[in-house]
């Protein structure tokens, strides 16, 4: 089943915990954070105490994406606000591996995450520490921008290596994620959807009347596969 993770960078600030708890019961699966330091990306957003604030109000995944220079400085402050699985960008990580298996000794999932323009070789050497991979469909920074549509063949590469690699691995897609990009991301093996303002955060519908949308309409996608398998 499609995982559904709305991106709280994309919510109103000023409703953040009521925005939470809306989502919670709307039945999302995971909520995901963008951090970001104004170095790795040109901007800044979230941190360990928002999380911190929010984590008591829903029990779904925390799920932190580490935009950040020096990723493996913060694990232990991520990992102790509340996060359940950590992804940091391989472009930042000078000490990929090692970095992902601290993330695993805390007892979290360990992501890597790669900017579109990023080969998938760098994985070639980690693929017994991680346990998914954000594949950037937009380069990271912004809301709003437009879908790369290059990332579609990485996203069918990235699902062959992984199954070459006899491993359980997910592969998450975050990046304008809209209804006209989600069959096409999901056909060629993606499994974690980070909605933003694409199909979730939208100004003419409700938090609830948007999720139930989406989750009809991946509903209806599984059920349409099924029928042609």
């Not at 991520?78 to 591996?97: K, N, P, W, Y």
């Not at 069918?156 to 992984?162: P, R």
């Not at 994620?177 to 199909?199: F, K």
Request: aromatic share 6%; proline share 4%; charged share 25%.
């Amino acid at each position: 089943m499609t995982a559904i993770g709305p991106s709280l960078m994309c919510a109103d600030m000023g409703t953040l915990q009521n925005t939470v708890k809306r989502l919670d019961e709307a039945n999302v699966d995971f909520f995901h954070f963008d951090i970001m330091d104004g170095k790795f990306v040109p901007n800044f957003t979230m941190g360990p105490d928002m999380i911190k604030s929010l984590r008591a109000h829903t029990n779904k995944l925390f799920d932190a994406h580490l935009m950040i220079e020096e990723p493996e400085r913060y694990i232990d402050l991520f990992a102790d606000a509340g996060c359940d699985m950590i992804s940091v960008h391989a472009e930042a990580a000078t000490h990929l591996q090692r970095t992902l298996q601290k993330i695993k000794n805390r007892g979290l999932r360990a992501g890597v995450a790669l900017n579109p323009a990023t080969p998938l070789n760098c994985l070639e050497y980690v693929w017994d520490t991680v346990d998914y991979i954000v594949l950037m469909t937009v380069n990271p920074g912004f809301a709003g921008q437009k879908f790369i549509p290059m990332t579609l063949k990485k996203i069918t590469l990235l699902k062959n290596l992984i199954e070459d690699s006899g491993r359980n691995i997910d592969i998450q897609v975050d990046g304008n994620i809209s209804y006209e990009v989600i069959p096409q991301v999901l056909e060629r093996g993606a499994e974690m959807l980070v909605c933003g303002t694409s199909c979730l955060f939208r100004k003419e519908e409700s938090l609830e009347h948007a999720t139930s949308n989406l989750r009809h309409f991946l509903q209806g996608l599984e059920e349409k596969n099924l029928a042609n398998s």
